[in-house]
């Protein structure tokens, strides 16, 4: 199996007008093409600095991470844009969808950025996929939580990614609604053989995966 995910010795700090806060500490792993991992950990562990660091989003302080092969850091800012919206799915804790573009227009924007053709029409079938065929024209702000989730899949998976990231949801929806639409992403990764590295902390969907990575205090256990 060919290597998807690479990281290499990868700290990060943040420095704080209280001093400086180690987050992530010496981590090394590699995560092969079609593998599931989850990313485990208490809270404040550094699961979510370190999907930001797989994503691109943000720099290690020290330490490379590469996907498929690319170094990240070495890349320019439009370089990088491009190759995050061909090579990356990112499900964030938060969603992050916009809030002027409905459910349908929403899932259509990564692949309007590639000036893909048919956005709209593979954004609808996306859409339907994740259930929410009947919501096409809401916008996030008439949609539940669940729901907004949902569509930050469907957003994420409609440009059929190498590498899907996931921050499993906090704060705005519950527990079970948030569980029953991770095990939606969960069966449509299986279907189309994608990475994924998902940060959960259900032991369930921990179980379900390949591999569980368990982050403490920021070091790998
Ligand atoms: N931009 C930042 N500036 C300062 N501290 C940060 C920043 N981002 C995260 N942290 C701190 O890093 C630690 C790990 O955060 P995070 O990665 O969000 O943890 P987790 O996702 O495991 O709950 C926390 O103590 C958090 O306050
Ligand atoms: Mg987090």
């Given at each position: 199996m060919s290597e998807i995910l690479c990281v290499e010795e990868v700290s990060k700090h943040f420095d704080t007008g209280a001093g400086r806060l180690?987050?992530?500490?010496?981590l090394s792993f590699s995560v092969d093409r079609g593998e599931t991992v989850a990313i485990v950990g208490e809270s404040g562990s550094g699961k979510s600095t370190l999907l930001s660091l797989l994503a691109g989003l943000d720099a290690p302080s020290r330490g490379t991470v590469r996907v498929a092969g690319c170094e990240?850091?070495?890349?320019g800012e439009s370089e990088l844009a491009a190759f995050r919206a061909r090579e990356l799915g990112i499900v964030f804790q938060q969603f992050h969808l916009m809030a002027g573009l409905s459910a349908l227009e929403n899932i259509a924007l990564p692949l309007e950025l590639q000036n893909a053709s048919d956005a709209l029409e593979r954004a609808r079938g996306a859409l339907e996929q994740v259930g929410l065929a009947d919501r096409a024209n809401h916008l996030p702000s008439r949609l539940s939580g669940g729901e907004c989730q949902r569509v930050a899949i469907a957003r994420a998976m409609v440009v059929e990614p190498a590498l899907l990231l996931a921050d499993e949801p906090s704060g705005s929806i519950d527990v079970r609604t948030g569980r029953t639409v991770m095990n939606l992403l969960f069966d449509l990764v299986q279907r189309v053989e994608m990475t994924l590295v998902l940060v959960t902390h259900s032991q369930e969907l921990a179980a379900a995966c390949d591999r569980r990575l368990e982050l403490v205090s920021g070091r790998l256990a």
């Amino acid at each position: 199996m060919s290597e998807i995910l690479c990281v290499e010795e990868v700290s990060k700090h943040f420095d704080t007008g209280a001093g400086r806060l180690e987050v992530l500490n010496d981590l090394s792993f590699s995560v092969d093409r079609g593998e599931t991992v989850a990313i485990v950990g208490e809270s404040g562990s550094g699961k979510s600095t370190l999907l930001s660091l797989l994503a691109g989003l943000d720099a290690p302080s020290r330490g490379t991470v590469r996907v498929a092969g690319c170094e990240l850091e070495t890349m320019g800012e439009s370089e990088l844009a491009a190759f995050r919206a061909r090579e990356l799915g990112i499900v964030f804790q938060q969603f992050h969808l916009m809030a002027g573009l409905s459910a349908l227009e929403n899932i259509a924007l990564p692949l309007e950025l590639q000036n893909a053709s048919d956005a709209l029409e593979r954004a609808r079938g996306a859409l339907e996929q994740v259930g929410l065929a009947d919501r096409a024209n809401h916008l996030p702000s008439r949609l539940s939580g669940g729901e907004c989730q949902r569509v930050a899949i469907a957003r994420a998976m409609v440009v059929e990614p190498a590498l899907l990231l996931a921050d499993e949801p906090s704060g705005s929806i519950d527990v079970r609604t948030g569980r029953t639409v991770m095990n939606l992403l969960f069966d449509l990764v299986q279907r189309v053989e994608m990475t994924l590295v998902l940060v959960t902390h259900s032991q369930e969907l921990a179980a379900a995966c390949d591999r569980r990575l368990e982050l403490v205090s920021g070091r790998l256990a």
